[in-house]
């Protein structure tokens, strides 16, 4: 029960944090469409659309400015980069993730105003190719699961090797098949340890606390 308590609590968690990246896809964008000003939903947005961010919004696209007025997006989410950066019209670099007429799909707005031309959306803006790449990736063991299943072959091992001696050692002492029999699987039922999940589900709940903190 106490094991079934913890794998619940852990799923719960992981759950939250997989709801909470969906606060990192804006939900409405304010477009420029035959003369007029609407407010659509994000997914809505197309190629070739005009759009126009102020602070506080999330960069519904891949946008390159046209007008800017003190703008300044955070790329941290994207770029690690800490401070903000200004955008303008002007190209400044050859690199796109440099350049300061271009902003990415994501990444906040966090002070002035800017007016863009959508050249990219979904898959094929640079966090779309990004989230593509890595849900692409196969899986590999971590670390901890490596030592894990390491650990539990020495277990079945060392059960299995004195099941099977106590099984000879009761036979040679004149017990019956069946009492035999019982020697071996309560032997190895014995060397099971039933608190594995839990202690390991504990000290990685313990360390992702502490680590939040830092």
Known sequence: I????????Q?????????????????????????????????EVVVGDLVEVKGGDRIPADL?????????????????????????PDFSNDNPLETRNIAFFSTNCVEG??????INTGNRTVMGRIACLASSLEGGK??????????????????????????????ALGYGWLEAVI?????????????????VTVCLTLTAKRMAKK
């Open 11 to 43: 799923e719960a968690k992981s759950s939250r944090i997989m709801d909470s990246f969906k606060n990192l896809v804006p939900q409405q964008a304010l477009v420029l469409r035959d003369g007029e000003k609407k407010s659509i939903n994000a997914e």
């Open 2 to 9: 106490i094991t079934g308590c913890f794998s619940y609590y």
């Open 64 to 88: 390159r400015i046209i007008s800017a007025h003190g703008c300044k997006v955070d790329n941290s989410s994207l770029t690690g980069e800490s401070e903000p950066q200004s955008r303008t």
């Open 183 to 199: 020697f071996l699987i309560g032997i190895i039922v014995a060397n099971v340890p039933e608190g594995l999940l839990a202690t």
């Open 113 to 118: 105003t800017a007016r863009g031309v959508v």
């Open 142 to 171: 971590t670390p901890i699961a490596k030592e894990i299943e390491h650990f539990i072959h020495i277990i079945t091992g060392v059960a299995v090797f004195l099941g099977v001696s106590f099984f000879v050692l009761s036979l």
